[in-house]
C-alpha cells in the first residue's frame, strides 16, 4: 500500500527524468562535435540538478576545449566541492592550475592539500 507521490514529489520526478534527457541529448551533441547545440542543454540541465556531477564534467570538457580555463577551473572545483574523492576533477584542478593558470605553487599546495587528506575525510596513501 504505497500512499499517492505529493505534487512536489512528482515534479520532482519529471525534473529529473528531464534533466537526465537533456544531459543524454547534450552528451550526444557532444559526441558529434555540436558543442554549440549541447552547451544550453548541459547548462539547463544544471540548472534542474545543480549537483549533477556528470553535467558539470560536460560543461568543464566542453570549456577546456574551447580554452575557456577560468569556466573550467570553477566547473572542476565545483565537483571536488560535492565529491572531495573525485580523483578526476582533482587531477584537472592541479593541471589547469599548474599548466594553464601558470600557477604551479597552487598546483602543488592543491596537490598536497589532497595528500594531507584536507579535502577528504581520509588521506591520499
Do not use: C
Not at 556528470?54 to 573550467?72: F, G, K, Q, V, Y
Amino acid at each position: 500500500d504505497n500512499p499517492a507521490p505529493t505534487p512536489a514529489q512528482e515534479a520532482e520526478a519529471v525534473d529529473s527524468v528531464r534533466a537526465g534527457t537533456l544531459l543524454q541529448v547534450a552528451f550526444a551533441l557532444q559526441r558529434g562535435g555540436a558543442t554549440d547545440e549541447a552547451l544550453p542543454r548541459a547548462d539547463e540541465a544544471l540548472k534542474l540538478r545543480p549537483a549533477n556531477i556528470p553535467a558539470l564534467n560536460l560543461r568543464a570538457e566542453i570549456a577546456s576545449a574551447r580554452d575557456d580555463w577560468d569556466t573550467a577551473l570553477a566547473m572542476y572545483r565545483e565537483i571536488w566541492k560535492l565529491n572531495p574523492r573525485d580523483f578526476f576533477a582533482g587531477n584537472n584542478i592541479a593541471w589547469i592550475l599548474a599548466d594553464k593558470k601558470n600557477d604551479p605553487a597552487a598546483a602543488l599546495a592543491f596537490v598536497d592539500d589532497i595528500r594531507k587528506g584536507r579535502h577528504a575525510n581520509h588521506p591520499v596513501a
